[in-house]
């Protein structure tokens, strides 16, 4: 919003003193041109690698392309769209992506707010947690899941051993990532120890600008801490919330690495961008799997549009 | 601020009073919860990485010992040794570092000059390459990877890093143009419209007074930048064979003797060598890290 302030076209200028010496119009007019020199490069770049890539998917997803196929290619229509609605496999990534998504987002909005709140009291020590929970932010995803399959493991994982053998919950090992009902589980798991920190210091972000006056007025007032969390807190950590939320969803229903490293195109885990790429690479259906990753994206958008529907509700 | 200051020492004054001076069991039970909850943070964080460590110089049986040994009664070097005389993992971690520092580089460049034009300069069309750049900082990877590949190829840059720094650019430069547009736009103008009343021209007032002011801001989007493409995975897997493997699918697909048995050892000893810069560099840079991050969120 305020970008779009600063655009206006410029009645007049706003402290005539300060130009006095220069000529309006050729001062504003080698401006515009050294605005355009500067961004020229970036935006060039931008549209090369990144905007007409992204009009190719859109339009190879209407052609029967192939990679590495000297056949001519041929505009099929919506062939190749219809043809991922009748495929169970694109169904199977569909509902693991949405399943993925919410459940990872939503475990991770509620862990996130609740060590916010521990991390913004004041004790000794919070440094030293603060710290620890960049941490898993900073591994890699490739090596975050590597390490977490080497836990998982059946036979000698660090995670059977505690459940069955320290503390007894279970009575026998699981097979955590071959088991086909608690392979998306263990991946969501996965997910949530990677970036809940990273959500919670955000909405860390979010709390430390929250006056401590508000809470010692409620406090003065009668107001138990429940309340003050409901009526307070919330409403006013509501912004970061929803910019984390934003942040979470567009990057969880894009989920690629961490599947693919545990359980490469299996199918009780396929997602979407798993989906793409074997049916774009693997197999080499480039018209297809381009119709996959507009799906992908043309998902994205809606959510974007949805959520900033939402955040432009809240600043009203 | 002025009355915030004033006001705050009486109160937690009286608040510190009156929770030191009665000890409840209530309280206490509180007290106790709340450092097992902190505990269980740290623990929760940190364990997996500590454990990839322990693990990863532990003798080779006891890494798949039956119940699990939780620490090694004896240090044993013998995957890192492996790990570093392999001439595979060497030359991807030669080629994550050029690919890294490349696109850093690049970006930095491009994304500077961008960001102070978007920041301090009104200029028609900025709006559209506003929305440009934001959305660009948005869209998917997985969308444009069949026409990158496709583009890859038909420069003849498949299994190359030129490849690998051109595809990171695609999420880089959109990130940098927009966290330093803001840091440019947040600098106070006086300092700028002072050097152009003594005739400086823009371009030397940019790289004069606010480039150096801007460091800060570079160095956090240098090193968010770096650790995205370090970290890059998708793309590296897809654009590349051998020549120009990173780190990254490196060790997802590190393989053993058989197909059937992975060599763990190896792969956490990659793993550690892998990761601990970037642990190091987090930390070294946490400050830092956070705001960059919370400028780039909060302002998306």
Redo the contacts between chains.
């Keep these: 919003m305020t970008?779009?302030v600063?655009?206006a076209p410029?009645p007049a200028p706003k402290a005539p003193g300060?130009e006095v010496d220069l000529p309006q119009s050729s001062w504003?007019k080698a401006?515009?041109r050294?605005?355009?020199i500067?961004?020229a490069?970036?935006?060039l770049?931008?549209?090369l690698?990144?905007?007409?890539?992204?009009f190719?998917?859109f339009r190879?997803s209407f052609t029967n392309a192939r990679?590495g196929s000297p056949r001519p290619e041929v505009y099929v229509g919506f062939d190749n769209y219809i043809r991922l609605l009748q495929d169970t496999v694109f169904h199977a990534a569909m509902q693991h992506t949405i399943t993925f998504t919410v459940a990872s987002v939503a475990i991770e909005t509620v862990l996130g707010v609740v060590?916010a709140l521990?991390i913004n009291?004041h004790?000794t020590?919070r440094g030293?947690?603060?710290?620890?929970?960049?941490?898993?932010?900073?591994?890699?995803?490739?090596?975050?899941?590597?390490?977490?399959r080497?836990?998982y493991n059946q036979?000698?994982?660090?995670i059977n051993?505690l459940l069955v053998?320290r503390l007894g919950i279970l009575d026998s090992p699981v097979a955590w990532i071959a088991n086909p009902t608690t392979s998306l589980p263990a991946i969501i798991a996965v997910d949530v120890?990677k970036t809940t920190?990273?959500m919670a210091?955000?909405l860390l972000?979010?709390l430390q600008v929250i006056?401590?006056?508000v809470y010692?007025a409620a406090t003065v007032d009668g107001a138990s801490k429940w309340q003050q969390f409901w009526q307070i807190t919330l409403p006013l950590l509501k912004p970061?919330l929803l910019?984390?939320l934003?942040?979470r969803t567009?990057d969880a229903?894009?989920v690629?690495?961490v599947v693919?490293?545990m359980k490469g195109t299996a199918l009780d885990t396929i997602t979407?961008?798993i989906y793409?790429?074997q049916t774009?690479?693997d197999q080499q259906y480039?018209g297809r799997?381009?119709a996959a990753?507009?799906v992908?994206?043309l998902c994205?958008?809606l959510l974007?549009i949805i959520y900033s529907r939402l955040v432009r509700v809240e600043e009203t | 601020m002025a009355t915030s200051t004033a006001v705050r020492p009486a109160i937690p004054d009286t608040s510190t009073i009156s929770r030191t001076g009665q000890w409840t069991f209530g309280k206490v039970l509180n007290r106790v919860l709340f450092w097992i909850l902190v505990v269980f943070i740290i623990v929760y964080t940190v364990f997996p990485f500590f454990w990839a460590l322990i693990s990863s110089i532990k003798p080779n049986a006891e890494l798949f010992a039956t119940p699990v040994q939780y620490w090694p009664s004896q240090l044993n070097w013998t995957f890192y040794q492996f790990v570093l005389a392999n001439g595979d993992f060497l030359r991807a971690l030669r080629n994550s570092v050029i690919v890294s520092f490349s696109v850093v580089a690049i970006s930095l460049a491009l994304g500077s000059l961008a960001a102070y034009a978007m920041g301090r300069l009104k200029f028609r069309g900025r709006t559209p390459v506003l929305y440009l750049i934001l959305s660009m900082t948005m869209f998917p990877q997985i969308a444009i990877l069949g026409s990158l590949y496709q583009m890859i190829n038909a420069l003849g840059l498949f299994d190359r890093l030129p490849a690998l720094i051109i595809a990171y650019l695609t999420f880089t430069l959109p990130f940098t143009v927009w966290v330093l547009a803001n840091f440019f736009k947040a600098m106070p103008g006086e300092l700028e419209e002072a050097a152009l009343v003594d005739g400086a021209t823009p371009l030397q007032a940019f790289y004069r007074i606010l480039l150096p002011l801007a460091a800060p801001g570079m160095v956090t989007t240098g090193l968010l930048a770096f650790i995205a493409a370090w970290n890059e995975y998708l793309y590296a897997l897809t654009f590349t064979q051998s020549r120009a493997r990173t780190v990254q699918p490196a060790i997802a697909s590190f393989t053993g003797n058989t197909q059937f048995e992975l060599p763990w050892g190896n792969i956490l000893a990659a793993s550690v060598l892998v990761t601990l810069p970037l642990v190091i560099l987090v930390l070294v840079f946490q400050r830092k890290i956070l705001a960059g991050l919370t400028a780039g969120a909060v302002k998306g």
């Design positions: 970008q779009r600063a655009t410029l300060r504003t401006r515009e050294l605005a355009w500067l961004v490069p970036s935006v770049v931008v549209v690698v990144a905007l007409y890539p992204l190719q998917s190879l990679f060590i521990i009291s004790f020590g030293v947690v603060r710290t620890s929970m960049l941490i898993p932010w900073a591994i890699p995803t490739v090596v975050s899941s590597q390490l977490w080497f836990m036979d000698n994982g660090v051993d053998y120890w920190p990273f210091l955000l972000a979010g006056p401590g006056d010692e970061a910019v984390a934003i942040f567009l229903f894009r690629f690495d693919f490293v979407l961008a793409a790429r774009m690479i480039l799997g381009a990753s507009v992908i994206f994205i958008a974007v």
